[in-house]
């Protein structure tokens, strides 16, 4: 039986993974989000308060001592793109947990369950959830391209280790493309001149083009299930599905 972590789950890529996963037979999902979520367990958690981050690993090790599963996976999924505008222009405060949300919390998070996985010696899949933005800049969104660039290294260093140890632990970054969420109906009402970009959002929703969140949930769950996965690699979804 497969216990699954999925971090914000209660919007987005994290509540269709939800949803998916847990219509599936032999998978418990266990998931955590500000808000409240639909979920036989579920850890309510403000991400961007690193002191938060203690009670999520302990929790995550009382679940996983209670099912008792044969494996692990984790869908790190909590993002945010608030503040949006210029360095420098933006409210500090909201700047700074922009950058522990989206930069600290996957790579602390992503420590504490390889930690768990080796504490009970299980095969493991952690999966974090990137963007297009962590190769390209966005002027208005520098704290959220800088942390993806830096969970995506995160991701291949760490890959990297767990060659070295022999762990049956995998981690991979992965850019699912522009998918039809909450985040994107904020995108598309922003200023231009606090996001110069933002017309093209405008277009891809016009045009149709947006990913939908459940298909990009069966098609993460089909990449975690597949067996030769390379550890430590960074990849974009829809090169995956075709």
């Known amino acids: 039986m497969d216990l699954i972590f999925v971090s914000g789950a209660s919007s987005g890529i994290g509540s269709a993974l939800n ?20 979920s036989d367990h579920h850890f309510g958690v403000d991400l961007a308060d690193p002191a938060s981050w203690d009670g999520v690993s302990r929790w995550m090790g009382s679940v996983a001592d209670r099912v008792r599963p044969d494996s692990l996976g984790l869908f790190h999924c909590a993002a945010t793109l608030d503040p949006i505008g210029f360095a420098g222009e933006v ?62 290294h995160w991701t291949r260093t760490v890959g990297q280790e767990l060659e070295v140890r022999g762990e049956p632990i995998t981690v991979i970054s992965v850019a699912p493309g522009v998918v039809d969420t909450p985040m994107q109906d904020g995108i598309r009402d922003l200023d231009e001149a606090d996001f110069p970009n933002v017309q093209r959002f405008r277009d891809l929703k016009s045009e149709g083009i947006l990913r939908s969140p459940e298909v990009v949930a069966r098609e993460l769950w089909d990449l975690f299930r597949r067996p030769d996965l390379a550890n430590g690699a960074v990849l974009d979804l829809r090169d995956q599905s075709q």
Not at 19 to 38: I, N
Not at 111 to 122: E, H
Request: glycine share 4%; hydrophobic share 50%.
């Open 19 to 38: 949803a998916h996963l847990s219509a599936l037979h032999g998978v418990t999902v266990a998931t955590f989000s500000r808000s409240d979520v639909d």
């Open 91 to 152: 409210d500090a405060a909201r700047y700074a947990s922009n950058v522990v949300l989206n930069s600290a919390s996957p790579q602390v998070l992503g420590d504490r369950f390889i930690a768990l996985a080796k504490r009970l010696d299980l095969p493991a899949v952690l999966v974090q959830i990137s963007s297009g933005a962590s190769a390209k800049p966005y002027p208005g969104w520098s704290a959220y391209c800088a942390a993806k660039a830096a969970v995506d």
